[in-house]
């Protein structure tokens, strides 16, 4: 309970506006607007295909210039379509390629703290003549990739990544931060042991500044990737917000009748085909006449 609170608490430190949550609701918004898009470009290619098939060769020149909007609007629509599912594609993998990026320089971080951490515990142990076991840096370094999809900068496309891929990414990234504080602490408490030592007359005071200097160091570098962090997802936030509403506008463009799955003015369409009917037909009894 203790470390989940600690967690919780890191989570609240590193991001506390809670904006990854804000970016991951706009994500889906902006993905059920691109399915509405889809959508609407089915329903115009079908009510295209209705009109053609409703036309007669007698009335087809006449209408055919008001089937020929119906058509382009597709076209249009298909083409922001795309446009906007790349551009999509685009934001979720550079989100994951910048906490990617930051997430490395997180990992050798914390290695780096660990490994002061295990030549700290060689030193202070030779003084006491205790033997200890340290952790294998290679090891972790292996475990620290585990479940994180690996991305390539030398490679000339991209993978797709995914938001719960970016998900996984922005956790890790709040429990490493949690992992590099502990190990901060962790000096901190070896700096207090060799203060003891130092008051037993020991001389190892540069030693402990040394120390001191290394904490200061590494904690700068710390926050620092936590203000690089915090700027990464603020940025995302503005991508995020701004295609929703883009996608927004588009995919409420078109307005369908549920019931007829046809556009809502297509039955003033249909009644124009069909008063030309009347009119063609009338024409051709006066003419027996």
Known sequence: MHNKNIIIYNLYRMDPENKFIKIEEYYDKINKNLENMSEDIKKLDNTHKYYLKSTTDDIHFHYSVYIDDIFFQKKI???????????????????YRDL???????????????????????KINDLDNNKINIQNIDELKKKYLINIKVFNELKSIYDNFTVDDIKILYDNIIKKNNEINDNIKQIKTHIAS????????????????SLIGTIETLTLENNLYIKIFNSILNNH??????YFFRTKNISDEVTFDEETNSIASSDLFEDDIENKHDLDHEKKINNKK
Not at 100 to 118: A, D
Not at 237 to 242: D, Q, T
């Open 77 to 95: 629509l298909l083409c922001e379509f795309n446009c906007m599912n790349d551009i999509y594609h685009d934001n979720i993998n550079k989100f």
């Open 100 to 122: 990617y990026k930051l997430y490395n320089k997180i990992i050798k971080l914390l290695l780096s703290l660990i490994n002061e951490n295990n030549k700290l515990l060689l």
């Open 194 to 209: 060799i203060e003891k030592k130092i008051s037993k007359g020991i001389f190892i005071e540069t030693f402990k500044i």
């Open 237 to 242: 936030l503005i991508i995020a917000k701004k």
